[in-house]
């Protein structure tokens, strides 16, 4: 139960690490090359957890099979696609906008899929929508259309990504819904790295730097962000509503200008400041039960 008022706060915090990574590595390691190894190496890491703590694997195989998809949509889709659009030289600003969508798709499909949700919760996802608006606008200053215009296919890519994740979210709720989490998240990445590993052979030259910056940045990927993160995000679906948990994605913008500003000097204003409140009180709301 501790574990669960505190999951939201960790998992904003852990999650928003993610872009710090991305921008860390990107000079040592090409992105799905780097997402292909990570997989493998979280899959790895986890299944040795199931096997030395004896947690039961899934008995039947449409629950693996099950599992292996809802990886696919929420690993190897939605993370490589934001990471290869950056690579192609989208704006980590204009790809948060584009993330930061996913709360207002998942509030539209929450009645469909049974979800109650209030007027006040309703109110939060689009307060919360504009708070991040308002965090990221200053990065979009100096990205004009016609510099996007020849970025369209990363644009495409990266709104792929967001509905994947999207329905990776409902995935996750209502066909896994049971069973260990552990040796679930091992199919999910087994799942992920089959998917995303062609796409590196094919798409890139699998560069990857044997140094140290690469591995720090494999190590956090793999440790924190694949086990620690997702194993929270997971926690998070099965005990709640996704439409609660995709809120959180709001705070995670913000979060990330704060570490980018701490670590890289990246620029960050008062009005952006306020901003960051703006999108905290639409996350409160719309978490709201």
């Known amino acids: 139960m501790f574990l669960l008022v505190l999951a939201p706060a960790l998992f904003v915090v852990i999650w928003s690490t993610g872009w710090i990574v991305a921008k860390y590595a990107a000079p040592f390691a090409d992105p799905l090359t780097f997402l292909a190894i990570r997989f493998a190496l979280a899959a790895a890491v986890i299944a040795l957890l199931a096997w030395a703590t004896g947690a039961p694997w899934p008995p039947d195989r449409r629950t693996r099979i099950h599992a292996a998809i ?7 889709i939605y993370l490589g696609g934001v990471w290869w659009a950056i690579s192609q030289g989208l704006p980590a600003g204009v790809s948060a906008l584009i993330a930061a969508v996913q709360p207002l798709l998942t509030a539209a499909l929450a009645r469909t899929m049974g979800e109650k949700l209030l007027p006040i919760n309703l109110a939060g996802i689009v307060i919360g929508f504009a708070g991040v608006l308002g965090v990221i606008a200053p990065k979009l200053g100096g990205v004009s259309v016609a510099g996007l215009s020849g970025l369209g296919l990363a644009v495409a890519i990266n709104i792929g990504s967001m509905v994947a994740v ?7 709720k209502h066909f896994v819904a049971s069973g260990d989490l552990r040796t679930t998240t ?3 990445y087994i799942g992920a790295c089959l998917a995303i590993l062609p796409f590196a052979i094919l798409l890139e030259p699998m560069r990857f730097e044997m140094r140290l910056e690469t591995w720090a940045a494999m190590a956090w990927s793999v440790i924190v962000l694949s086990i620690g993160a997702i194993g929270l995000m997971l926690l998070m679906i099965r005990r709640g509503a996704v439409s609660r948990v995709a809120a959180l994605i709001y705070l995670i913008p913000p979060t990330a200008a704060l570490q980018a500003y701490a670590m890289f000097g990246e620029m960050l204003t008062p009005m952006q400041g306020v901003f960051m409140a703006v999108a905290a009180f639409g996350v409160f709301l719309a978490t709201r039960r």
Not at 70 to 76: E, F, I, M
């Open 186 to 188: 091992v199919l999910q």
């Open 70 to 76: 809802s990886g696919v949509l929420l690993h190897a």
């Open 166 to 172: 999207t329905a990776g979210t409902y995935y996750q």
